[in-house]
């Protein structure tokens, strides 16, 4: 079964950093590109980032753009979202969610995990 | 950046058909070509029920249907049913800076 697992939320304070991991299984990692979407509570959705599945290139929306950094492990199926400086306008669900294809930004996400919350309050 | 603009809210009967518009404020939007729709469901991850403007992922029911009309994408709902109440959202990108974009979302309510 196709599955993606995100970890990592919490609670943080303006000013600080948080890092999410998304484990992945049930297809070969290294071959799609991946990516994070993220809601606000009662908002819509929000593409954050994008990372290629070769050569690593990546991409941001311009709202998190030199504070977020997304990277992979492919040899531990595994997505990460480094989040720095947050701010409160950053509280969100963070969805991790698979390309199906190598690259972007043709294509869709077609596996989506369920989320992990991320609430940036003094 | 971009964005792609959605009727904030839809509603039907069942049996009736819904259609829902999404339209591009760019004019680097490749054609619609690669338009995508995900459903929504509260508290839930969200899933894809249409790419590529018209395709259906396998195991979507044949209920739902994607197509351009008046150059702006549409997805249709055909035969409401209950579990069709969700939070309906079209995907894009923009050409020129290669970001992923996503309408406002569309909240359909089955009446």
């Known amino acids: 079964e196709v599955q993606l697992l995100e970890s990592g939320g919490g609670v943080v304070q303006p000013g600080g950093s948080l890092r999410l991991s998304c484990a992945a299984s049930?297809?070969?990692?290294?071959?799609?590109?991946m990516g994070w979407v993220r809601q606000a509570p009662g908002k819509g959705l929000e593409w954050v980032s994008v990372?290629?599945?070769?050569?690593?290139?990546?991409n941001y929306a311009d709202s998190v753009k030199g504070r977020f950094t997304i990277s992979r492990d492919s040899s531990k199926s595994t997505l990460f979202l480094q989040m720095n400086n947050l701010r409160a306008e950053d509280t969100a669900v963070y969805f991790c969610?698979?390309?199906?294809?190598?690259?972007?930004?043709?294509?869709?996400?077609?596996?989506w995990g369920q989320g992990t919350m991320v609430t940036v309050s003094s | 950046q971009s964005a792609l603009t959605q009727p904030p809210s839809a509603s039907g009967s069942p049996g009736q058909s819904v259609t829902i518009s999404c339209t591009g404020t760019?004019?680097?939007?490749?054609?619609?070509?690669?338009v995508s729709w995900y459903q929504q469901h509260p508290g839930k991850a969200p899933k894809v029920i249409i790419y590529?403007?018209?395709k259906r992922p396998s195991g979507v029911p044949d209920r739902f249907s994607g197509s351009r009309s008046d150059n702006r994408p549409s997805l249709t709902v055909s035969g409401l049913q209950a579990e069709d109440e969700a939070d309906y959202y079209c995907?894009?990108?923009?050409?020129?800076?290669?970001?992923?974009?996503f309408g406002g979302g569309t909240r359909l309510t089955v009446l």
């Open positions: 969610a698979k390309r199906d294809v190598s690259g972007w930004p043709r294509g869709y996400f077609d596996v």
């Open positions: 049930g297809f070969t990692f290294s071959n799609y590109a």
């Open positions: 990372i290629s599945a070769y050569y690593d290139n990546t």
């Open positions: 760019s004019s680097d939007v490749d054609d619609y070509k690669f």
């Open positions: 590529e403007l018209n």
């Open positions: 995907s894009s990108y923009t050409d020129s800076n290669r970001f992923i974009i």
